[in-house]
């Protein structure tokens, strides 16, 4: 029962973040340089795993605790809301391409009150979730540490082009937050 669940909450977190939320705010004004080598990475990546899993059906147990499997449920099911919460509040601004679009807005409220990338780590819940549901070692190793990695890099391609939009906006904005994860500064 718990793998199912699982795969209905990914799959609902896919959707959350495929579903329209508003209109663009316009062309983009900057764009990410870096977006088909990232692009590219994430596919081999995916790939890779999906051999090392699927094909070579290469595997170890971490846990293996009936605890565990039901935490990785719920680390899923956080992971899906904040995609979700985190695409209802970009609305027009969201991009899959990683721009920055005319008349975009820096948006601060709701998940980006803590954290600048909840997307990121709304996915990475998923795969830690993922991981522990169906007591996978190989899941922890060749999905999410890499996408850690990933969405690192991914967020600070993001940031010189928020930087460079906002300017000292984004600077005191990315000093009160976390990057994937949640902090706020004391406004004293």
């Known amino acids: 029962m718990a793998p199912a669940l699982f795969w209905l909450i990914a799959l609902a977190g896919l959707v959350a973040l495929r579903w329209p939320a508003g209109t663009p705010g316009g062309r983009m004004a900057l764009r990410c340089r870096a977006i088909v080598r990232i692009r590219v990475t994430e ?9 090392v899993v699927l094909l ?10 009936p605890s565990a499997t039901w935490a990785g449920v719920l680390l899923a099911a956080l992971g899906s809301v904040l995609v979700a919460w985190a695409k209802i509040h970009l609305r027009g601004n969201f991009s ?6 005319e ?9 980006y009150a803590w ?18 549901v169906h007591d996978s070692g190989a899941t922890l190793v060749f999905l999410f540490l890499p996408f ?29 937050t ?3 994860l ?7």
């Open 96 to 101: 899959v391409t990683l721009g920055v679009r």
């Open 178 to 180: 976390g990057r994937l």
């Open 43 to 51: 596919t081999v990546w995916t790939l890779g795993y999906l051999a």
């Open 56 to 65: 070579a059906r290469w595997d170890f147990a971490l846990l293996g605790s």
């Open 148 to 176: 850690c990695v990933l969405f690192y890099w991914q967020s600070w391609e993001e940031e010189k082009l928020l930087e460079e939009r906002f300017g000292d906006e984004y600077r005191r904005y990315r000093a009160a």
């Open 182 to 188: 949640p902090w706020r500064a004391s406004h004293g």
């Open 103 to 111: 008349g975009h807005q820096l948006i601060a409220t709701g998940p």
């Open 115 to 132: 954290i600048r990338h909840p997307i990121y780590t709304g996915f990475l819940l998923l795969f830690a979730g993922g991981a522990l």
